[in-house]
């Protein structure tokens, strides 16, 4: 028995260790990803902040679609989450004891919400493995994706991709930010598209 249990689990390592390699990057995936980027995402994965007196790690529900976010944290907030709520020049926030924020200032109201600022207009590109407009430095890896982004003051080390559809898509990244901010970022699961619905 003990053995069949050792060769389970070894099979189940095996099959995370030795994942079919990423083809390598090409013009139709970039524009496949800059398609993702105008027409909207989801993803779903684990979220870890440290900054500051700030350090908590939870779970994340993130859609996107330009103009507007909604993201699901759990873990902090008493341990109950909360739902986020983003449009330009406005943001909502809702903890799971039903108790309601409203403010026309979305980044200092996100600040307070996650213990540090994050800038999310540039998160939305970062995430998706490719530069926000305006200047940047970067550094490709392996298939001529991003393994190293630099822009605005933030350092994006890009770990693991992942195969989404018909193209490629970050799995794992750590953001290194001012004043020693840390963001991990998982992500277990993309979808592409997402058609905004009020929380």
Same mark, same amino acid.
């Given at each position: 028995?003990?053995?069949?249990?050792?060769?389970?689990?070894?099979?189940? !390592?095996?099959?995370?260790?030795?994942?079919? @390699?990423? @083809?390598?990057?090409?013009?139709?995936?970039?524009?496949?990803?800059?398609?993702?980027?105008?027409?909207?995402?989801?993803? =779903?994965?684990?979220?870890?902040?440290?900054? $500051?007196?700030?350090? %908590?790690?939870? $779970?994340?529900?993130?859609? /996107?679609?330009?103009? /507007?976010?909604?993201? #699901?944290? !759990?873990?902090?907030? $008493?341990?109950?989450?909360?739902?986020?709520?983003?449009?330009?020049? %406005?943001?909502?926030? &809702?903890?799971?004891?039903?108790?309601?924020?409203?403010? =026309?200032?979305?980044?200092?109201? +996100?600040?307070?919400?996650?213990?540090?600022?994050? @800038?999310?207009?540039?998160?939305?590109? %970062?995430?998706?493995?490719? *530069?926000?407009?305006?200047?940047?430095?970067?550094? /490709?890896? @392996?298939?001529? &994706?991003? &393994?190293?982004?630099?822009?605005?003051?933030?350092?994006?080390? /890009?770990?693991?991709?992942?195969?989404?559809? =018909?193209?490629?898509? *970050?799995?794992?990244?750590?953001?290194?930010?001012?004043?020693?901010?840390?963001? #991990? +970022?998982?992500?277990?699961?993309?979808?592409?598209?997402?058609?905004?619905? =009020?929380?």
């Amino acid at each position: 028995m003990f053995f069949l249990i050792w060769m389970a689990l070894f099979g189940l !390592s095996g099959c995370a260790l030795f994942r079919p @390699p990423l @083809p390598e990057a090409s013009l139709g995936e970039k524009d496949w990803v800059a398609t993702v980027q105008k027409n909207g995402w989801q993803l =779903s994965g684990r979220i870890g902040i440290q900054g $500051g007196h700030e350090s %908590w790690h939870g $779970g994340l529900q993130w859609r /996107y679609r330009p103009g /507007y976010d909604v993201l #699901k944290i !759990s873990g902090p907030f $008493g341990q109950g989450g909360a739902v986020v709520e983003v449009r330009q020049g %406005w943001i909502r926030l &809702r903890r799971h004891d039903g108790q309601v924020q409203e403010s =026309s200032r979305p980044e200092e109201l +996100l600040r307070q919400i996650l213990g540090v600022a994050v @800038p999310l207009d540039k998160l939305h590109f %970062w995430v998706l493995g490719i *530069p926000a407009p305006g200047p940047a430095q970067y550094q /490709y890896g @392996p298939g001529q &994706r991003l &393994r190293l982004l630099t822009q605005s003051g933030w350092q994006i080390e /890009y770990r693991r991709y992942q195969s989404v559809d =018909s193209g490629v898509l *970050p799995e794992r990244l750590v953001l290194n930010g001012p004043d020693g901010v840390r963001v #991990k +970022l998982i992500i277990d699961r993309w979808e592409i598209g997402f058609e905004p619905k =009020s929380t």
